[in-house]
């Protein structure tokens, strides 16, 4: 398996809904990334995990809330968004931890739209 | 401020002639960089890397070129095919695995 899989691919949310995006690698990759992006924008890095561990946080504001519950899964939870926080977001891995440098495979992307 | 930089939104090339897309950067500090293509739909994916130890690394038809006394990086498809149309962004990590990306270049490879 040589693929990072997001779901679900669409989300259409409230802004009082809590909802979860879900990121799934079976490579063997230590680290594993969220990012944010807005059309015609590139994408910013959101979260990092290095070895199950939250590594880097980009002062990203708290209605949402990164978990990796092991190696293989990571989780974006969303609670209170607004329509602000429309976009597509990234799941992404990479081989080695966060340490070392190597390119990143990325997920298809989940399209959010917050009403 | 974006660190790194793709100021051509877009290209048109004909088949079988040579791609050249460009990316500028502002971090002197930037020493590892990446291409990705990206398909309507889809995520990014790998193309090519260089570090700053190098000028020059090619893979097939994707050759990356760094100039770092003007921060500059290009990567040129030669021959262009329109399977290669496509956004192109590259990236550019200064510590760890941590990457900025430009905001991409479409190509265009016409028939």
């Known amino acids: 398996d040589t693929e990072v899989t997001q779901t679900p691919k669409h989300l259409v949310m409230g802004m009082t809904n809590k909802k979860s995006l879900k990121c799934e690698q079976h490579?063997?990759?230590?680290?594993m990334y969220w990012y944010k992006q807005k059309a015609k924008k590139p994408p910013e890095l959101m979260f990092v995990y290095s070895y199950e561990k939250l590594s880097i946080n980009e002062s990203v504001p708290s209605r949402f809330s990164p978990e990796c519950p092991n190696s293989s899964l990571l989780n974006l939870h969303l609670h209170a968004l607004q329509p602000e926080d429309s976009a597509l977001y990234l799941c992404?891995?990479?081989?080695?931890?966060?340490?070392?440098?190597?390119?990143?495979?990325f997920g298809p992307g989940t399209r959010l739209t917050v009403l | 401020d974006q660190q790194v930089k793709q100021n051509s939104p877009s290209l048109s090339v004909q088949e079988g002639r040579i791609s050249i897309l460009n990316c500028d950067y502002t971090?002197?500090?930037?020493?590892?960089f990446l291409w990705y293509k990206k398909y309507p739909a889809e995520g990014p994916t790998f193309l090519i890397s260089?570090?700053?130890?190098?000028d020059k690394n090619e893979d097939g038809r994707f050759t990356v070129f760094l100039n770092k006394s003007a921060k500059h990086l290009s990567l040129h498809i030669v021959p262009s095919q329109p399977g290669d149309s496509a956004v192109y962004f590259c990236?550019?990590?200064?510590?760890?695995?941590?990457?900025?990306f430009g905001s991409g270049t479409k190509l265009n490879v016409k028939p």
């Open positions: 490579m063997g990759h230590r680290a």
């Open positions: 971090n002197s500090m930037f020493d590892y």
């Open positions: 260089i570090s700053s130890i190098k």
């Open positions: 992404a891995s990479s081989p080695s931890g966060l340490a070392e440098k190597n390119e990143q495979f």
């Open positions: 990236a550019a990590s200064a510590r760890a695995n941590k990457f900025y």
